[in-house]
Each structure stands twice: as C-alpha cells, then as structure tokens.
C-alpha cells in the first residue's frame, strides 16, 4: 500500500484544507448550519443593506453565498485554491471570491469583516495571529465590524475525545486529539484508494484573555462575545463557540 503523509513542518498553511477529504468530512458543516447563523448574526447586527463584507477564510463560501442573499456585497478570501474554485461556481455581481492569504491585507476597506467558524489561530506564533488581526483591521472602515468565530477552548479541553472513528463517504477517518505545546493537534488518517493518508490540523489553544490581549495590541474594541450559533450569551464553562464582536475605532 501507498503511504503519504501530507504535513510539512515549514509550511504553517497546510493542504488538509485544501484537499477534497477535508470537505467529506466536515460535511455536515453545511449550508444549512451557515444560512441559520448568518441570518441571527445579521439581525444582531444590523448592518445596512449594501454593505461590504469580506468573508476572511471563507472556505467554499458557504457563509459569502447566505450574506449575498440577504442584500450585502460579498467578498471571500481562502488560501484553499480547491475551495475558492468551488466557490466561484456562485458568484455574481456581488458576490465575488479570490485566492488570497488573511495575513496579508487586501488595501480595500470594508463595512465589516468575518472570520467564521476557526479560520483564525493556524500559524505557531501569536505575532502571527497578532499580524492576522492587524490585517482583518486594514481591511475595515472606521468604526466597521468584525467577527471571530472559535471554538471555546475551555470546553474543549473539557470534552476531549483522544480518539474516534468516523465513517464518512465511505470512508473511515481515524481522528486522534491532544492538547501539546498550546495548541489543539488533530490527527487525521484513513485509507483511500488503497492510499494511507495522514494530515494534521493544529489550531492555537487561543481563550478570551489572549484574544483580549490581541485586541488591545491592535487597537480593536471588543463589544460582545456570544457562546453559539443561537447568539446565546458566552459562558466559559458552557459555551460551545467563542463569537467576538469587535468595531475598528
Ligand atoms: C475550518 S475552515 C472554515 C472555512 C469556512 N469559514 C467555513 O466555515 O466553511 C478554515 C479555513 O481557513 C483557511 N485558511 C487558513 N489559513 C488561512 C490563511 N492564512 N489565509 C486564508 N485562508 C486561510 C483554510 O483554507 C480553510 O478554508
């Protein structure tokens, strides 16, 4: 049997996303999860109609596609060419998607920007993350909005399961989890094709407070922190997401 393992050390961005194993996978993660939070956040929101939002690692745009139903101009950005291929499928005059690295600002200034569902945290280095943030802020008007949605870490290290397998597509994916250098390090590996793959997802370990600490070194003012899709207050012991609401002063 083949063996490959998709993981290299000096590259921070890794191809798991990139690849169509990733989407099997996660695809319960759909759009139907994408279209209920979008419209509660849109609500909470209030942002005019017409607005600009760009969708900051926005996958195959299944939150870009709901935002441009209900009235607002679309941009997406992912490093995921395979994704933002698939994305592209549904753009139109306003809403359009392009291969592009968060960390790096696109010198256009938008009424808000999203970064949904742990797209944030991937690189080993909180200046990175710090460098991210400072770019979701180059891509705001003043006073515009941002949101980070991340996983709440103290419930995940409550409920880790070290272990499973998951059969999905017809394929068994063997996940393992653990907590390690501060960062939460999934392995992923299945066979496919009589090929043995082996990817790894490692996301920094980030709470509120370092998120606090990255809002202050970029001049960001938090405003409200919600703990679920449903936009139910954040509870540290609870919640199952951390979804930060921020303006750019
Ligand atoms: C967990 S997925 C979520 C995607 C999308 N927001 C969704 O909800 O379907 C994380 C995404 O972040 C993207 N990503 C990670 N680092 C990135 C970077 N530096 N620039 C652009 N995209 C990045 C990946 O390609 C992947 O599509």
Known sequence: MNKISLIDPKNEYNDWFNSPFYHKLYNNRDYSEAKKFISKLLNYLSLKKNSTILDAACGKGRHSIQLEKLGYNVTGIDLSENSINEAKKSENRNLKFLIHDISKPLNIKHDAVFNLFTSFGYSESKEKDVQILNSIKQNLKKNGTGVIDFFNIINIKKNLVPNDTVTKEGIEFKISRKIEDNMVV????????????????????????????????????????????????????????LIMIFKNK
Do not use: M
């Open 186 to 241: 999934k392995n992923i590996s299945f066979i496919d094709k009589d090929i043995l793959y082996s990817f790894k997802e490692k996301v920094n370990a980030l709470t509120l407070k370092d998120f606090k600490d990255y809002f202050n070194k970029t001049n960001l003012d938090l405003i409200k922190v919600f703990g679920d899709y449903n936009l139910k207050n954040y509870d540290p012991n609870l919640s199952e997401r």
